[in-house]
């Protein structure tokens, strides 16, 4: 058995990555951290997890780790940054569902999130956790940077394309659609219910912090890309869908089969990747739960234009679940290990 | 491997059997049939099942089902009564999530249901499928009759109060409260998006079905109630929240500890029910994609009342996954075999 | 033109009295206070606003409502209280939206409010703003107690049975749904998005401040009732349906015709409530954005009970809509000036 | 007075029309008609009508029309033009909420919209119905087209940038996302509630009938266009957002500043288009139940691009609401008359 430790067990990503371990034959939970909430049953807050997670909360010290193979911080950015040193110096791996590690240019990191990184010497050993142009990589890496979940949509949407030479990197737009657990539970009147129900609503439209990392993976398969990335608060709680646009280059006539059959080569054989028939509209609602990405191409022939329709559950392939398929890599367990769950529809 | 069949694999009921189903290890489903959808992949209807249910639907001929020892009626009302004794002389078992078995009085039923009873020979044979009360009969049942979705809700509710005499039974008022897909998959205007969100409405005041179903089964343990039974519909998919209330006898000033004992003795074991702390208020969400039912008391001094909170997921404790508890227990499995899903929150 | 001030222009309460009053053509608005927004545009915080009013929120001192005739609290509770006594003396009435004037017995109001009372000498003068049992006095009053929106509900639906001796006090049940706008606009986890959406939860069980208010109206018709009340959480933004619940005494077999005659009869003239025909069920969207609440009426003979259905929009006559019209009333205007919006289906 | 009548009431513009004009204090509604409802009172299929609304459904013959000014058509597409003739003949006015008559060319109507077109000789009479840039006409004319809820949405964003020249038309993506209301009161499994909420799906990406029409005004000032428009369908009643996306041409540092001046001063005066300040993110709830058009402009420098915002109410500014501002023009009334109902948040 795996022995691993949650560090920030109260949040969304938190709770998910429980719900999603607790039915893991192969994996253990040793402790779940919160510093507000230690002492209190972990299943008092999340009452879907009586009967099976008996822990309570832990103060999140590194002594609490002490008996874990792997840690996951699902806490706020700018967290795991002060302990992962030293877990990793014990021997524990360690895989941050925030943003501390994903940018590879310290600058750049700390232009966009405001702070002074803690420990900018792991930044070139920690591998960016998307098995999908990764995997080999995260198999041995003892320190994982998991993806954010909008750049999880648009980089599987993007990759086959751009790896292909088959867009003008400088004509892409990604306009994407968020349910509201991807802002998070904190208080907060602008995620009141009231607030978000029957309404939609761009946010970030300037700029956010996903961009600079989208950025990032795009360059290393092609030229630099001045992407357009303009994220939406939908009124639904789970759910990414990434409407992705962007000049062709190419085939001509039989854009839409090349490219069909391109994207199907690409994915073939990977667990969470499905590419639906050319011309489909996958539904957010049909990952809801599941660690599945699902992705349409169309080509619109009078604009010469691609456009790419890429849905993940934010919760789970683009955060709890995705991080669980990292841990099965780093581990040698099956890649798909406690992730069958389908997409709950209704 | 256990062989199942599904009929009527279309609707809400059947695509969560299906879903739950494709997690058992020892279940495998042979044929899916809908005679609407005939020839159509079930992965074409339900996209969520892409990759892991690789069966189109097939016309519902008895022929279809040959090779299944347990078939599933997954459909409206008045149908599984036309197939199932073709299908138990045969030797296949059947577990109908409608109505066609609930009640035992042919009478009664025909005027509920509207129909002449097809089979009501069968009656007497007919286990009503709530494993906690039936459970040592429906391990040697050919022939269940799954609950309906409030009726799994009330009667758990009020069974430790009715068997312990602790309430009146004429005073029992039973207001539910239904997410939307209970009203099933059928092109209705009722049942739109529009028509549906941002309301809520009482409906069947004077009469529903699933009240004849509730009385039957509390008559076995207590005196005849005319309960009150009056359920609404609520803006949500999933859930039945019911709010059970009834006149208090008995206790004096210790009524709250000693039926709260009661409750928990009564369930003690119970894989699926959970009796939450007094005075909790059990959500629907907690048991969200779950087979768990939460059960939260209070007694109110002043009134000398019992308010009973009884939450389920009507798609599976109130259907699907109440079925396939059924299924594990006539065929010795794991009683939550393939059930150990926990609620989704959020 | 009546010369407004409105305390608290920040919540749900207030910016709906706003958008009604925006409408009003007899009324203007000449000051809106907040403490934490002082300086802000109204519309900046609420953009519905935008082009209609101009003006920036005020700090709230005595001085800021000197040109006003008449003054609203839109304020969390025990905020009235302070400054209620300086706008009479200054010969400016007061409508309180909150639950500062409601309660005539001081210690009941402690005991529920959990506060001293700052001006209880005002409570034998204020009247209970409910048109329908109390509109005489509401025209002479300088000062207004605003009902709550679930004692609104309830005692409409309740008090034609209880004037006319038709149901029997201690066997009232309240089983009450309300929208999530109920909460008000504080940052909370509790009301985020993510938490209520898809769900369903009693609240309040034990007690709910707004039961000893219900009881006090109650008990101006009749004799004392212990009824149960019992609070819901709906995932909608706005309407409350009250499901009330009574043993009948009385007219036996004619007992559906004569109560819905004794309704019809007790609203017969009334602006803002529409007895539906009996046997009906009121949806809370027939009345979003509306003054309006529907009642409709059903005996069940079995249980010999009747069932209330009764709807009303939590921010309009559970609270701002329902502010209006008392202002109406007091100023002499027509009693649905300002308040002939039509329900918003769909 | 005028007088109108209502063709197809029971449709959701229908009765947003309905409950529009029931404010409207200088105009009467004569007669609404229906096929399927004929002699059915409105507000029983309506219920927030009651009481303000007497009328029954009527049979769609040209006689019920005969004391009408103005006959407005809220029926499926390929209505309208079967009757026109005949009313027009007879001096009555229409407009027309449908697509009959907003398309020009009759053979690329014919395409999109499969029939045969009844009164081709129509066409060119109609004026198409969006008062910010047919006022005078509209003024004049005796048949209206009355625009789709997109194209609204989409051409009152783009039109100060096309009539300057400031983008590159080629390069135009409108990527809308619209309520379900949209989609109308039909019985149809794809709109129902468990299938439309929590989920968000893009649809028609190859081709939608709205494309021809928003390419036809966007031609009347500027060069053709083969933009791409890609909507999808949100878990939300009402509402519009339209994200625009086209690459600038001109003012290079001073581009913020000075597009978002000329749009102000293209809308200055404009009663219901509201330029929000440069930067702002509209959101659709501020418009819902309004007439108003919210637009906010963003440039974004690192890739040239414009990102303009625009939301309205389908139902209002897209549908029921910009026929009553066209009636106000037709019948030289306030253009606003009726049309004051601000935005409800929440």
């Given at each position: 058995m795996i022995k691993v430790g949650i560090v920030g067990g109260t949040g969304y990503t938190g709770v998910e990555l429980i719900r999603i371990i607790a039915n893991h034959r192969e994996v253990e939970i040793k402790v779940i951290t919160s510093r507000s909430n230690a002492g209190t049953l972990v299943s008092d807050v999340y009452p879907n997890l009586r009967g099976r997670i008996n822990l309570a909360f832990s103060e999140p010290t590194l002594e609490a780790y002490k008996n874990c193979d792997l840690v996951f911080f699902a806490t706020p950015n700018a967290t795991a940054m002060f302990l992962a040193q030293a877990l990793l110096d014990s021997g524990t791996k360690v895989?941050?569902?925030?943003?501390?590690?994903?940018?590879?240019?310290?600058?750049?990191?700390?232009?966009?999130?405001?702070?002074?990184?803690?420990?900018?010497?792991?930044?070139?050993q920690a591998v960016y956790g998307l098995p999908e142009i990764n995997r080999e990589a995260i198999r041995s890496a003892n320190l994982v940077a998991n993806p954010g979940c909008y750049p999880t949509s648009v980089i599987l949407g993007l990759l086959p394309l751009l790896k292909n030479g088959l867009i003008e990197p400088s004509s892409i737009i990604a306009d994407c659609k968020s349910g509201a657990s991807g802002a998070g539970r904190n208080a907060n009147v602008a995620t009141l219910f009231s607030e978000v129900t029957e309404s939609v609503k761009a946010y970030g439209t300037a700029g956010h912090r996903h961009l600079p990392e989208i950025r990032q993976i795009l360059q290393t398969v092609n030229a630099n890309s001045n992407l357009v990335f303009s994220p939406h608060l939908m009124p639904m709680i789970r759910g990414i869908h990434s409407t992705l646009y962007a000049d062709a280059i190419g085939f001509g006539d039989d854009c839409t089969n090349r490219t069909q059959q391109i994207f199907e080569d690409a994915y073939k054989g990977e667990p969470f990747v499905d590419v639906l028939p050319a011309g489909s509209h996958p539904e957010t609602r049909s990952v809801k739960g599941s660690n599945m990405c699902r992705i349409a191409i169309h080509y619109l022939e009078e604009s010469n234009k691609y456009v790419i329709l890429s849905v993940i559950d934010n919760l789970v392939k683009g955060a709890a679940g995705q991080a669980v398929q990292n841990m099965n890599l780093m581990f040698g367990l099956e890649e798909d290990a406690g992730l069958q769950s389908l997409g709950m529809m209704p």
């Open positions: 895989i941050d569902l925030a943003a501390d590690f994903r940018i590879k240019d310290v600058e750049l990191w700390q232009k966009w999130y405001g702070e002074k990184h803690a420990c900018p010497d792991l930044l070139s």
